[in-house]
């Protein structure tokens, strides 16, 4: 049983090492900046007794994630963690600018190597959390929500996907593009044809929907339209071919590309950007679905969309039943800031910062994190 069915069910309070398998080369400080490391033996040379606090933050409004990442991390590689005293909110939090919402307190030589580790953690886990709940927002504001696809396998290395799909898993994110982003919350991957099927069957969009149909019948049947840039007329094509078994469409039409519907079209041009996917032509495929009966045929549209593009189209009620995004969920625009704010039990850091106590912080228990 994956820990985060384990953490559902209240068994565990916390995410351990179990899900998060950290490279050994941390203990060794093989991923902390020089300085940390240099720092620590100074401080273990001159001021092994004192006791500080460093306390994390970041500058906007998010939806934090990679708590149960960095207390694992603590765990496992801190000198003695049973000893330090951790306080931290939880994955899924709303948080505001500068609120504190991680600290530990203990010797600085225990953990304190791991501060740009830690930051790092919950930079990354932050912003795509982040990213894919203002996504999820952008997509319901119709009144209906509108599933997001987490489709960023191609946009970073694919060492990051499990974790980056923990954080869409928390940021609202329905379904996700492979196995491996699922790793950490128990699920997998969804997809159905990417447009080299459609090529091996020399263009042919109803001989590569029907070999797929064949091979994993179970699937729901959705084609994927635009390989030979006429979406409308391949849709019709495949909605003909099968009717109610066929589940939805996916348009996924290059930005730099017009599809040929508006260059038999031209009165249409003038008033809007035809390139891609755009608002014209989906209207348009969903008149010419609902003209022939097809109206149970979604309409599933992906290729560049962010919260900005999916806004557009739900405040416009553009006809769009799924939106599958990738890059724009994994822009980095959250950065966090770890802090030592206090010095055996007084105030001490640097010009501009300050402890900042927050009330919504939990106190973390180690015994109770494992306990089943």
């Given at each position: 049983?994956?820990?985060?069915?384990?953490?559902?069910?209240?068994?565990?309070?916390?995410?351990?090492?179990?899900?998060?398998?950290?490279?050994?080369?941390?203990?060794?400080?093989?991923?902390?900046?020089?300085?940390?490391?240099?720092?620590?033996?100074?401080?273990?040379?001159?001021?092994?007794?004192?006791?500080?606090?460093?306390?994390?933050?970041?500058?906007?409004?998010?939806?934090?994630?990679?708590?149960?990442?960095?207390?694992?991390?603590?765990?496992?590689?801190?000198?003695?963690?049973?000893?330090?005293?951790?306080?931290?909110?939880?994955?899924?939090?709303?948080?505001?600018?500068?609120?504190?919402?991680?600290?530990?307190?203990?010797?600085?030589?225990?953990?304190?190597?791991?501060?740009?580790?830690?930051?790092?953690?919950?930079?990354?886990?932050?912003?795509?959390?982040?990213?894919?709940?203002?996504?999820?927002?952008?997509?319901?504001?119709?009144?209906?929500?509108?599933?997001?696809?987490?489709?960023?396998?191609?946009?970073?290395?694919?060492?990051?996907?499990?974790?980056?799909?923990?954080?869409?898993?928390?940021?609202?994110?329905?379904?996700?593009?492979?196995?491996?982003?699922?790793?950490?919350?128990?699920?997998?991957?969804?997809?159905?044809m990417p447009h080299a099927l459609i090529q091996m069957f020399d263009g042919d969009i109803v001989a590569a929907t029907k070999a797929y149909h064949e091979t994993f019948p179970h699937d729901d049947l959705i084609a994927l339209v635009d390989y030979?840039?006429?979406?409308?007329?391949?849709?019709?094509?495949?909605?003909?071919?099968?009717?109610?078994?066929?589940?939805?469409?996916?348009?996924?039409?290059?930005?730099?590309?017009?599809?040929?519907?508006?260059?038999?079209?031209?009165?249409?041009?003038?008033?809007?950007?035809?390139?891609?996917?755009?608002?014209?032509?989906?209207?348009?495929?969903?008149?010419?679905?609902?003209?022939?009966?097809?109206?149970?045929?979604?309409?599933?549209?992906?290729?560049?969309?962010?919260?900005?593009?999916?806004?557009?189209?739900?405040?416009?009620?553009?006809?769009?039943?799924?939106?599958?995004?990738?890059?724009?969920?994994?822009?980095?625009?959250?950065?966090?800031?770890?802090?030592?704010?206090?010095?055996?039990?007084?105030?001490?850091?640097?010009?501009?910062?300050?402890?900042?106590?927050?009330?919504?912080?939990?106190?973390?228990?180690?015994?109770?994190?494992?306990?089943?």
């Amino acid at each position: 049983m994956k820990e985060i069915e384990l953490k559902m069910q209240g068994k565990i309070s916390r995410l351990t090492n179990h899900t998060f398998k950290f490279d050994e080369r941390i203990r060794d400080g093989w991923f902390s900046a020089v300085y940390f490391l240099k720092t620590q033996e100074l401080v273990k040379k001159y001021h092994e007794d004192n006791i500080i606090t460093m306390q994390f933050f970041q500058k906007d409004e998010a939806v934090l994630c990679g708590t149960d990442e960095v207390i694992a991390l603590v765990k496992t590689f801190a000198d003695r963690p049973e000893e330090l005293e951790i306080y931290s909110l939880k994955d899924g939090d709303k948080i505001s600018p500068f609120e504190t919402v991680l600290t530990i307190t203990g010797p600085y030589q225990s953990f304190g190597y791991l501060e740009g580790i830690i930051d790092g953690i919950l930079a990354r886990r932050t912003s795509v959390a982040t990213n894919v709940y203002n996504v999820v927002k952008a997509a319901s504001y119709s009144g209906k929500q509108k599933p997001v696809i987490f489709m960023g396998d191609r946009d970073d290395h694919y060492t990051t996907q499990a974790g980056d799909g923990y954080a869409a898993y928390i940021g609202g994110a329905t379904a996700q593009a492979t196995h491996a982003m699922n790793e950490w919350w128990g699920k997998h991957g969804m997809g159905t044809m990417p447009h080299a099927l459609i090529q091996m069957f020399d263009g042919d969009i109803v001989a590569a929907t029907k070999a797929y149909h064949e091979t994993f019948p179970h699937d729901d049947l959705i084609a994927l339209v635009d390989y030979n840039n006429d979406a409308i007329t391949d849709s019709l094509k495949v909605a003909r071919e099968f009717g109610e078994k066929l589940k939805g469409v996916r348009v996924d039409t290059s930005r730099t590309m017009i599809d040929q519907y508006f260059l038999r079209n031209q009165h249409l041009l003038g008033t809007f950007d035809p390139r891609g996917v755009n608002a014209e032509l989906i209207f348009a495929l969903r008149k010419a679905l609902d003209d022939e009966g097809f109206h149970h045929v979604k309409i599933v549209v992906s290729g560049g969309f962010s919260e900005k593009r999916i806004l557009e189209f739900e405040k416009h009620h553009v006809p769009v039943d799924m939106y599958g995004v990738g890059g724009s969920l994994l822009k980095l625009k959250i950065g966090f800031t770890g802090d030592n704010v206090m010095l055996n039990g007084k105030h001490q850091a640097k010009s501009g910062r300050k402890f900042r106590p927050n009330p919504r912080l939990e106190k973390v228990e180690f015994e109770k994190i494992w306990k089943v």
